[in-house]
């Protein structure tokens, strides 16, 4: 029997330290926390010093907690000692304490152990059993004084939430601070006011290749402004804002020598990047692998707690995930620059290892995310890997490699040209040593004046050389409000404001979305019309100096404070809850009067026509209701539409806007929100439930085109439609009958027995494929359209038709074995358009 008990969290990471560990040691998983806060009740004495009340977590579908501490406590006193062995941060001390609490026994009293690693592999396991400790209290008053905050504010903030609004709402101490920082980006944007310049360009050409274009530097004396316009224009400076002004510089250029004023060319190093941090992972995985940071967070930890390598067994490939640390072992800089020697040769090794500065307040304890074994390489592990661990695993191998590589050095030439008054410069970088870029480069958020230099070639001119005008262009631009936040730009921005850790960026990602408070389109966040509500809620109702970037960071200082054993935990969470507790009154007083107030206004009913609806407060904010039919409507219309969805784009002088009528019965639209927007509904409902939506531009969807066919299914006529993925023609009788018409390609299912045709579909995402009509029966599909032509080679009924940037357009047989493919696009052969009738939407 095994004489000493180790717990780790999970299962995976138990597998891995096993193997490590010889007969006398059994490892078992408490599978995370086993004592949390009640989850009803407050479970915080507010009186007594913030005394927090503990108990076991309650048993779920998913977890039988009774069971796996009644096990560990057996364990527990079957062995001589108890390692605890959670992970090496705030939460796992925290889980270690719980386990001391309520595993070791006290009767007779067994020692308890504290182990920490920051790699699962022998040589970091060995050590620290080497050396083991004891639980570091103020680690575990950190991670308490964080869980009595989140408790405090979410306890007493969200119910109020839930009552003024309804629904499944919460608020939370950093989660309420990202959904604001979502919010004002998306009132900058709507505010933005658009200035319009003009940049002109000058295609040349000198004694050599290749021509070259060059932008209009300077006017005389005055530098031409084409960035900086939230800044006044200064004396030196000179803006070209309209097309008349543009064209009158173009005239006087186009008569000009264009004359090579100066030439410099000099070396340029561009230095590798730091290894991971969690917040650089992320951010890097969401921009290159396009991952969310809680499924890059989910795989992370698989490689971390260990992954089984044939007769090697579990392994774990790197280093722990939740990290703000850039150190690196010795020991494993010196693997790395050995590897570094063996495979790329000496001009890539630095001549001493590169030591990267962290940020002040990162806990040094802790490693960068890097490979635990350098020669490992993400080719060696591809077939134990799943394909999504083996993207992140080389994404991490290439970083940390790179950061120990020698710089990348670059020949920048920048060329002025006099032409009259005015002088051009065209700027080109040309590489002269890949260095760390041999293996990788660090991705971007936004195209850089940097990226456009790499993709420029500069012929070689001479000082005093006349070269020849090709071309002069104007182009036309105007400034850009400023980008909508994607998850990997929130996290940088999060972090360079000091708010969250490396342990919260992924749930506050994931709690703002699964709140429906944003939503993502094409990979960046917009608020909803909830999360508006919400948020303005919140900072009108008095929680303003609470939910702000400033006092959050203070707080996540005083956490970290907390845990160097600077300050108390209960001296910090009194200072905030004496705050918070005025705030709090404040709120209490704000939801009551808006709840309460009805504001009459002189707006008339659509329904039933009486004047005098009243403005209240409901979910999705303000909203106006008749006092006779119980009508109601939304108070403010989206932008770029009226109360009745109409555009306010100017109108022709003298013509008003016609009102939306419902196709249906013939009632009015009038302008409604719910939970994904803005939209038009039938003042006819619930007799009548017609709906439209209002895109972003804030107008409306066009009403429904009535087509010379009829409905094979109801025999009613079928109406052409736009909905969020383009036209398409369906029953006018829908809801009632679902019938939408299917576009075909005019191929047949080629699967033997299938009467069905391949018809184009629609993915969740709006991506095109083509299937066939008879799906669910016939799961025949395809990525690139079917073209009918029959296959040259095998006599295939058709062919594929793909486009690509690199290749063109292209054919080639859908039949793997054939292979046949053709750069040549023959013309299309032309056949009577067919479609099938279907009674479910396309997938």
């Known amino acids: 029997m095994a004489k000493n008990l180790v717990i780790v969290e999970s299962p995976a990471k138990a597998k891995t330290i096993n193997k490590y560990l010889g007969k006398d040691y059994l490892v078992k998983a408490s599978i995370g926390h086993i004592k949390d806060l009640p989850s009803k009740g407050l479970g915080v004495d507010v009186e007594h010093n913030f005394e927090p009340t503990y108990e076991l977590i309650p048993d779920s579908k ?110 939370g101490r950093v989660q309420s601070v990202a959904l604001r920082m979502v919010v004002e980006r998306e009132r900058e944007i709507e505010q933005f006011v658009k200035t319009e310049y003009w940049t002109i360009a000058a295609n040349l050409s000198s004694k050599l290749p290749p021509a070259f274009d060059s932008r209009l530097l300077k006017i005389g004396e005055q530098t031409v402004k084409t960035s900086g316009f939230d800044q006044e224009l200064k004396k030196n400076e000179v803006l070209i804002n309209d097309e008349t002004k543009a064209g009158e510089i ?37 921009r290159k692998l396009g991952f969310a940071v809680k499924k890059t967070m989910m795989l992370a930890q698989k490689l971390y707690e260990g992954v089984e390598l044939g007769d090697e067994g579990s392994v774990g490939l790197i280093t722990y995930m939740r990290t703000d640390s850039t150190r690196v072992s010795d020991a494993a800089l010196g693997e790395v620059r050995d590897y570094i020697d063996r495979q790329y040769g000496a001009d890539y090794l630095p001549e001493k290892a590169v030591y990267y500065r962290s940020k002040k307040d ?19 592990l591809a077939k134990y890997l799943k394909p999504e661990e083996l993207k992140l695993y080389r994404l991490i191998w290439q970083r940390f490699v790179a950061s120990q590589m020698t710089p990348a050095v670059f020949d920048q030439t920048t060329i002025d040209i006099q032409a009259g008054r005015f002088i051009f410069r065209a700027t080109g970088s040309v590489q002269k040593f890949d260095g760390f870029l041999k293996i990788y480069q660090e991705g971007r958020d936004e195209k850089t004046e940097e990226d456009d230099e ?31 936040y994607t998850e990997a730009t929130l996290v940088k921005a999060l972090e360079e404001k000091g708010i969250g850790r490396p342990s919260t960026y992924a749930a506050i990602m994931s709690t703002i979305q699964e709140r429906e408070y944003v939503e993502k389109i094409q990979g960046r966040f917009h608020p909803t019309a909830l999360g508006k509500t919400v948020n303005d809620l919140l900072i ?34 009194r200072e905030f809850y004496d705050k918070f507790e005025g705030d709090l009154k404040q709120f209490q007083h704000y939801i009551k009067d808006i709840k309460e ?188 359209k079917p073209v009918l032509e029959t296959c040259p080679q095998c006599n295939a009924p058709f062919l594929l038709e793909k486009t690509t940037k690199k290749q063109g357009t292209f054919r080639y047989c859908a039949n793997e074995d054939c292979g046949y493919k053709s750069n040549e696009t023959p013309e299309p052969i032309v056949k009577p358009p067919a479609s099938r009738p279907s009674r479910s939407p396309a997938s």
């Open 62 to 171: 998913k977890r039988n907690n009774k069971k796996i501490v009644a096990e560990l406590k057996k364990a527990a006193k079957e062995a001589e000692a108890i390692y605890l062995a959670a992970d090496p941060d705030r939460e796992g001390e925290a889980i270690c304490q719980h386990l001391a609490e309520e595993i070791v026994p006290k009767r007779p009293a067994k020692p308890a152990y504290r182990v920490m690693f920051n790699e699962i592999t022998k040589r970091a396991v060995n050590a620290a059993f080497e050396h083991p400790r004891q639980i570091d209290g103020n680690l575990v008053d950190a991670q308490q004084a964080r869980r009595v905050l989140d408790r405090l504010v979410g306890y007493k903030v969200s119910p109020l939430l839930c009552r003024t609004i309804g629904g499944r709402l919460s608020a």
């Open 597 to 784: 107030k009805s504001v009459p206004t002189e707006e008339v009913c659509l329904k039933c026509g009486t004047q005098g609806m009243v403005q209240k407060w409901g979910r999705f904010g303000p909203y106006l209701k008749c006092l006779n039919c119980d009508a109601t409507r939304d108070a403010e219309p989206p932008a770029g539409a009226d109360g009745a969805g109409n555009s306010t784009e100017p109108q022709v002088a003298g013509e008003e806007p016609e009102p939306e009528v419902c196709e249906l019965c013939g009632k009015q639209m009038q302008l409604k929100r719910g939970r994904f927007g803005p939209f038009l509904g039938c003042t006819g409902y619930p007799e009548c439930r017609n709906i439209r939506k209002i895109g972003k531009t804030g107008v409306a969807a066009p009403a429904p085109v009535p087509l010379d066919e009829k409905c094979p299914v109801d025999g009613a006529q079928l109406v052409k439609r736009v909905g969020r993925y383009g036209e398409f023609i369906s029953c006018s009788n829908y809801p009632k009958c679902k019938y939408i018409k299917q576009e075909t390609v005019g191929v047949s299912c080629p699967r033997p027995g299938c009467k069905g045709e391949i018809v184009v579909k629609k993915s969740r995402r709006g991506k095109a494929f083509y299937g066939c009509s008879e799906y669910p029966n016939c799961n025949v599909v395809y990525w690139d």
């Open 454 to 484: 790499a993709e420029r070639r500069l012929p070689v001119v001479e000082k005093g050389e006349t070269l020849k005008l090709n071309s002069i262009t104007p182009e036309q631009h105007f400034t850009e409000p400023p980008p909508r």
């Open 362 to 380: 990162a806990q040094d304890a802790h490693e960068a995310i890097r490979p635990t074994e350098v020669p490992r390489t993400p080719d060696s």
């Open 540 to 573: 009108d109702g008095g929680f303003d100096d609470l939910f702000n970037e400033s006092y959050t960071a203070r707080m996540e200082e005083e956490l970290d404070e907390i845990e160097e054993g600077k300050i108390r935990w209960t001296k910090a969470l």
């Open 250 to 286: 173009v005239a006087e250029a186009e008569k000009q020598s264009f004359v090579v004023s100066d030439v410099t060319t000099k070396e340029r190093k561009r230095n590798p990047v730091p290894p991971f941090i969690t917040s650089k992972l992320q951010q890097e995985a969401s």
